[in-house]
């Protein structure tokens, strides 16, 4: 018998959500307390749980060609990125590897019709952490987390470094309303990371918030 | 107050805001912007600390920060220096390091005891008897130190920050504030920082009486402030310099960690002493000192003071003292030669007498010390020795001393800059920066402000073009003209001693007599023996006349004679500040809330945190029995997430691995698992774990808990040298993974599984790929704990959800949870060895009893070499397992305990258990090979030093044939 599939966050999230979705099996938190008040928080800064947001690698020889054949429109250089169709990214990780999320709506990523990947393209499950820290302070919370300047970082390469002490990866990102970074990070470390944010955001006065924030079409 | 001046142009106080405190229960009225230096010094106070060693009483000194005479406690904060404390309002401060009060010090009494305790006494007077040494270690305790800590006391956690520019200009006085206008007018993100509340350097004290000066001053700040590319930070001390210009910025909330991409040091100098007899009572300063209480505080340093001196600057202070209503009453110049440029003429117009050629011989005092009531000068012969016979008594209740000046250079050392004596101005300056580094201004030996302000462009430019800007125009470097504005050798004994060399320490001059005279003729070796520069100061005002000293001891130059080593911090720096907030991030499972909630009691792992056991934290022997009786008899379940994880694939995956692992997969079955032991290069045994073929060109590998992410990145390196077609990823914490033990573990399982696992379809160490309730699944048939069971991978979010539907299909079996350190107990039992737990970093598999796991005729794997090797050598030691025997009544051993023969230690115990499913205790251990045969008698000795019997046995002590976990 077909059991429900049920993913879950690696984060601790404040209360219920107000409203959720779900998405492949996980819920995406939409807000919690005030669609309104999260929006305006998330121009002056705030933390969002965006883990729920489907993900997948593809690593090997045949891992572009492949991707390519999916119509995936696909960065040129390592560290560089693309956008997927509803806001999903793929992120270039290396000469042969690919990284992918989902954007929120629930828009499937690349897999085989058949099930079976061509030699030389091997899936590489990707079930990072990945939170966004957005709004005008954003700045201020990385300068007490991160020794990298983000001041001088390229929007939309990503940045391999540590974040609070835990590897991460940051996405300085172009194309949402706000100003904001995503980060990954493995999910092993993920609520390390996540406590040490929050505790300066709070400093900082700034909300955990619901993905509607960041996706204002989001329905 | 007694000593407050009429308004200043120009000065740091706000005489709107009187604040009152309170200095040794003393009420006192004071003004927002004074700190508590000025303050007292302002109504009168002229004690405000006693010295280290001699408990001497002492006044302000530099009041710059460089000198560490007036260290007060406030609340529980201790050894805060007055000099650059703010005052606040009610503020309520005390001396440190009296008894009594400062005033009156009972400990004072030490300094009539001073001549009995040269430097280097305590390491001969107390070294012997040695039985005598806890009571001399007391009763040093209670009478050295200064500030007394409070262990209640908690300041909140200050964070630090990191922070980024293309410019970092440390001193925001002429040459530094000209640098920053000139990079900031070229678009460099610059950075300016001062120590000081209010920038302008020696602007605001040195040249304030100069209109040309005042309104270049003005210029540059207007200009500074102008540019949004300028950020200007008082208050902010640069206190260390690392690689890659990476500089520790401390202001009053927090630590900055700054990445400059050049660092332009404008830091200026540090104003030095002369040494002469009672050079250290209250009333006696630098003649900068008395220049900023004027100007930046308006307070009057003396009403009749003498200057000594030996430059320009102390006939501009003679002015300057003059115009403030101060009486000078001489000029003693250390010069024959005198003053002859304006600066002199001016002094001379004034009516004060100037004696060339004269130094202070000596100061005297009254009340114990506490009241300078005049000096007496004496005359200099030709090769500078005093000719006290001469001398002469000029009364005065102060001294300014202007003599000369040594660059503030910590960070330039740090930085990797060196340095070269110039005799052109009797003073260290750069002689070669490293790329991104430069200095500009008095720490460069430039010593005019106009000069200053020249100097600090041509840096900035220098920066500039180092930072790839095109089109600059250089400037020349300027070099100092005219006399020297610092004096060789200020240094004059006295019979009496009490001439200060170091007022931190309490080092009289004739104390490097007796140093050199012990053989201690090297800077470094000097410095530690009579630890001068060793005090709070750091050696600002006491390392260059050391110098001077220990070079004309030994004859030698000032360059030959050397420095001491720079390092940071160079100035204190609160402690609290340093700790920051913490970030040691722990890795958590996917489980980590379940077990928590299901009343686990979690241990740390290495990085990990893990369940040890289920149940009450008083019950830890019995949960983790009964946890271990329950796998073998029914079903458990256990979270071992923490395992590496990698995926290798790519055409040559298969290659790769058989030159990693000493076992072969080449014609390993899909489907199939297989142990696999890597060795380092040294034939060490590395890593272990087992490797499923999912296919022929994709393999699925474990490795240990703690190991997993070094022999990740190792895998990585070999990658690279290998050149082969692989590609290697760390799925450890993207994938879950579950053990399934128990007899009844298959039931269970096939419940939740679409994969056929009866044991025909489904045999040990096989692999299946499927999925399990629901999830996609990689199952294991492995036996770690000596049952039947099932390791099951999934992706790490949905772990929470397997691992309940495997507790809920479970109850009927009466499936439990158990933790880790029940694993340990399982294997133990079924004689499986932890890598990195029962072996360390020299075991080789012989040791382990692995060489089953090392394929013969291999061409090549990582340390075969070395195995060849180490296989023609005897055995030193050998891994096995033993029971104990007589431990009712006896301490029980731990790991690590030894094993003897007599006094001979023969071996070590890697893993013991007091309680087991077998009913005995048991262990595995090290031993000498001839103690390795079964039944071999083992005496463990225990911490008390208790001999505990056991007896070698075979392995596995569970189910020695295999049959659980078929």
């Known amino acids: 018998m077909p059991l429900p599939i049920t993913r879950t966050s690696p984060f601790e999230l404040p209360s219920t959500p107000g409203a959720s979705r779900d998405l492949a099996g996980a819920s995406l938190a939409l807000w919690f307390d005030d669609p309104e008040r999260e929006r305006q928080a998330a121009q002056r800064l705030a933390l969002c749980d965006l883990s729920a947001l489907p993900k997948a690698g593809y690593k090997g020889n045949g891992a572009t060609a492949w991707l390519q054949t999916h119509q995936t429109p696909l960065p ?45 393209c091997f899936p590489v499950v990707r079930e990072d952490a990945s939170l966004v820290l957005c709004g005008a302070r954003a700045a201020a919370v990385l300068l007490q987390v991160c020794g990298y300047d983000f001041s001088t970082a390229t929007l939309d390469r990503v940045i391999y470094t540590r974040v609070a002490g835990v590897d991460s990866a940051v996405f300085p990102a172009a194309g949402y309303p706000h100003t904001h970074v995503k980060l990954w990070c493995d999910r092993s470390y993920a609520v390390s990371l996540w406590n040490s944010l929050v505790e300066i955001c709070e400093e900082f006065e700034g909300p955990i918030i619901g993905a509607q924030a960041l996706f204002t079409d989001l329905p | 107050m007694t000593s407050r001046l009429p308004p200043q142009p120009g000065e740091w106080i706000n005489r709107e805001q009187p604040l009152d405190f309170q200095f040794e229960g003393v009420s006192y009225q004071g003004f927002t912007g ?10 009168g106070v002229r004690v405000l600390g006693r010295s280290f060693k001699y408990h001497r009483p002492r006044g302000i000194y530099s009041l710059a920060n460089h000198d560490a005479n007036a260290l007060v406690s406030v609340g529980s904060r201790t050894n805060l220096r007055a000099d650059c404390l703010p005052l606040e309002a009610n503020l309520q401060a005390s001396a440190v390091n009296t008894l009594g009060s400062v005033s009156r010090d009972h400990l004072a009494i030490m300094d009539r005891f001073s001549r009995f305790l040269p430097v280097g006494f305590y390491y001969k007077a107390f070294h012997t008897p040695r039985r005598l040494f806890p009571f001399y270690e007391n009763q040093m305790r209670k009478v050295a130190g200064l500030g007394r800590i409070d262990p209640q006391y908690r300041e909140a956690a200050t964070a630090k920050q990191y922070d980024f520019c293309d410019l970092l200009i440390v001193g925001a006085g002429p040459a530094g504030l000209s640098a920053a206008v000139d990079a900031g007018e070229r678009g460099l993100r610059v950075i300016l920082v001062d120590e000081n509340p209010h920038p302008g350097g020696s602007f605001t004290w040195q040249w304030r009486r100069h209109a040309e000066a005042l309104e270049r001053c003005e210029q540059l700040l207007n200009r500074v402030h102008a540019l949004d590319n300028i950020d200007l930070r008082v208050g902010t001390l640069a206190a260390g310099c690392y690689s890659d210009r990476w500089v520790a910025l401390f202001d009053q909330q927090r630590m900055t960690k700054l990445r400059a991409a050049a660092v332009l040091v404008a830091s200026g100098c540090f104003e030095q002493p002369a040494v002469f007899q009672n050079n250290d009572a209250p009333g006696i300063m630098l003649g900068s000192a008395a220049q900023r209480l004027v100007h930046r505080y308006a307070v009057q340093p003396f009403s009749q003071g003498v200057i000594l001196g030996a430059n320009r600057d102390a006939y501009r202070l003679a002015s300057d003292l003059t115009t403030h209503g101060i009486d000078v009453t001489a000029i003693c110049d250390l010069r024959p ?35 300078l009531t005049g000096v007496i000068a004496c005359p200099l012969d030709r090769q500078g020795d005093t000719q006290p016979q001469a001398g002469l008594s000029l009364p005065c209740d102060g001294v300014a001393v202007s003599v000369g000046w040594a660059p503030d250079a910590g960070l330039l050392y740090q ?66 003209q005219g ?246 990823s760390n799925l450890t914490g993207q994938l879950a993974a579950l053990n399934l033990a128990g007899p009844d573990s298959r039931d269970v399982l096939k419940e939740l599984t679409c994969i056929d696992i009866s044991g025909e379809a489904f045999p040990y160490l096989g692999v299946r790929v499927g999925t399990v309730a629901g999830v996609p699944a990689t199952l294991m048939r492995v036996g770690f704990v000596g049952e039947l ?107 690590c305990h030894l094993i003897l023969d007599g006094e001979t230690i023969v071996g070590r115990v890697t893993s013991i258990a007091r309680d087991s499913t077998l009913k005995h205790p048991i262990g595995m251990a090290f031993v000498e090979p001839r103690l390795a045969s079964p039944g071999s008698p083992l005496a463990i000795r225990t911490a008390p030093g208790t001999t505990v019997t056991g007896e070698v046995c075979s392995l596995p002590f569970y189910d020695p044939d295999n049959l659980r976990q078929q």
């Open chain 2, 337 to 371: 030669e005198g003053e002859s440029s304006p600066a002199g003429t001016r002094v001379q117009e004034l009516g004060i007498p100037i004696y060339r050629g004269y130094t202070i011989y000596q100061a005297e005092t009254r009340r114990r010390g506490t009241q």
């Open chain 2, 415 to 480: 930085a990797g800059a060196r340095f070269q004596y110039q005799s052109a101005v009797e003073q260290f300056v750069p002689h070669t920066l490293p790329p991104g580094l430069f200095a500009a201004g008095r720490v460069n030996g430039i010593f005019s402000w106009a000069d200053q302000c020249i100097d600090g462009q041509r840096a900035a430019r220098a920066a500039a073009i180092h930072l790839g800007h095109p089109d600059i125009t250089e400037i020349p470097t300027l070099t100092h």
């Open chain 1, 76 to 120: 040129a250089e390592t560290f560089e990125s693309t956008r997927l169709t509803d806001g999903g990214i793929i992120v270039k990780v290396a000469a042969d590897e690919y990284f992918l999320e989902a954007g929120p709506s629930g828009v499937d990523l690349p897999v085989p019709s058949n099930g079976e990947f061509p030699p030389d």
């Open chain 2, 34 to 43: 004074d700190v508590l230096s000025s303050a007292l010094w302002a109504n």
């Open chain 2, 483 to 728: 006399t020297p504005p610092s004096h060789p050798y200020p240094i004059f004994p006295h019979p009496e001693k009490h001439n200060f060399v170091d007022f931190d320490e309490d080092i009289h001059l004739a104390d490097f007599k007796n140093a050199h005279q012990e053989g201690y003729d090297n800077i470094e070796l000097v410095k530690r023996f009579t630890t001068v520069g060793m005090g709070p100061s750091q050696g600002k005002l006491s390392n260059m006349n050391a110098i001077r000293i220990l070079a004309r001891q030994n004859n030698a130059t000032i360059d030959a004679t050397g420095t001491t080593t720079s390092r940071p911090f160079q100035h204190p720096v609160p402690i609290g500040h340093l700790a920051g907030r913490r970030f040691h991030p722990l890795r958590r499972t996917p489980l980590d809330a379940w077990h928590r909630q299901a009343g686990a009691q979690m241990a740390h792992a290495g990085a990990w945190l893990r369940p040890e056991y289920y149940g009450a934290a008083d019950e830890r022997a019995q949960s983790i029995l009964a946890e271990a009786e329950h796998v073998r008899q029914r079903v458990g379940l256990i979270d071992v997430s923490t395992l590496g994880k990698l995926q290798v694939t790519g055409p040559d995956a298969a290659e790769f691995l058989e030159r990693i692992y000493t076992g072969r997969f080449q014609k390993q079955s899909t489907q199939r698992l297989r142990y696999g032991l890597a060795c380092d290069e040294t034939g060490t045994v590395l890593e272990d774990g087992v490797i499923a073929r999912l296919a022929h060109d994709h393999f699925y590998v474990t490795a240990t808990s703690g190991g997993s992410g070094s022999f990740y990145r190792e895998l990585l390196r070999w990658r690279q040298l290998f050149q082969l077609d692989v590609q290697i």
């Open chain 2, 789 to 895: 069971g099932y390791e099951i991978h999934v992706p790490a979010s949905s772990a929470v959800h397997v691992w309940e539907q495997l507790c809920e299909t479970g109850r009927p079996f009466g499936l439990k949870p158990f933790g880790v350190e029940t694993q340990r107990l399982l294997r133990l039992e079924k004689g499986h060895l932890i890598v990195g737990h029962d072996t360390d970093a020299l075991t080789y598999p012989a040791e382990a009893d692995l060489q089953w796991a090392i394929a013969q005729n291999k061409p090549f794997f990582v340390g075969s070499r070395s195995l060849e090797i180490l296989q023609k050598r005897p055995l030193m030691r050998k891994l096995v397992g033993f029971r104990l025997k007589d431990t009712e009544d006896k301490p029980f051993p731990e790991e």
